[in-house]
């Protein structure tokens, strides 16, 4: 390889580089929020478990709408990264033109 071709793969994974740690914080952000997410989904879970057979209704239909905002929600991130991956690669990209 030649030194210029050596400085451009250099450079580019330099933007790679840059690209990646300008998504980290708002990826850290998404996996800190999923994560409140299914602790609150567990702790929804232990208190089915630990319901008094009267109350199992109403518990199930508070879980099951948890469940749902969950499954919306992480739906919601996944596009958000994956919108954010796109854009990552773009940009990878544009340095190859």
């Given at each position: 390889?030649?030194?210029?071709?050596?400085?451009?793969?250099?450079?580019?994974e330099a933007k790679a580089s840059d690209?990646?740690?300008d998504l980290k914080p708002e990826?850290?952000?998404q996996i800190a929020n999923?994560?409140?997410?299914?602790a609150e989904g567990e702790?929804?879970?232990?208190?089915?478990?630990?319901?008094?057979e009267e109350?199992?209704?109403d518990l199930k239909?508070?879980?099951e709408a948890m469940s749902d905002n969950l499954i919306s929600d992480v739906?919601?991130?996944?596009?958000?990264?994956?919108t954010e991956a796109k854009g990552f690669f773009a940009k990878i990209m544009s340095a190859f033109k």
């Amino acid at each position: 390889m030649s030194t210029k071709e050596e400085y451009e793969v250099d450079a580019l994974e330099a933007k790679a580089s840059d690209a990646m740690d300008d998504l980290k914080p708002e990826m850290d952000a998404q996996i800190a929020n999923l994560k409140v997410k299914f602790a609150e989904g567990e702790g929804k879970f232990n208190e089915l478990a630990d319901a008094a057979e009267e109350a199992w209704e109403d518990l199930k239909v508070d879980a099951e709408a948890m469940s749902d905002n969950l499954i919306s929600d992480v739906k919601e991130d996944l596009e958000v990264a994956a919108t954010e991956a796109k854009g990552f690669f773009a940009k990878i990209m544009s340095a190859f033109k």
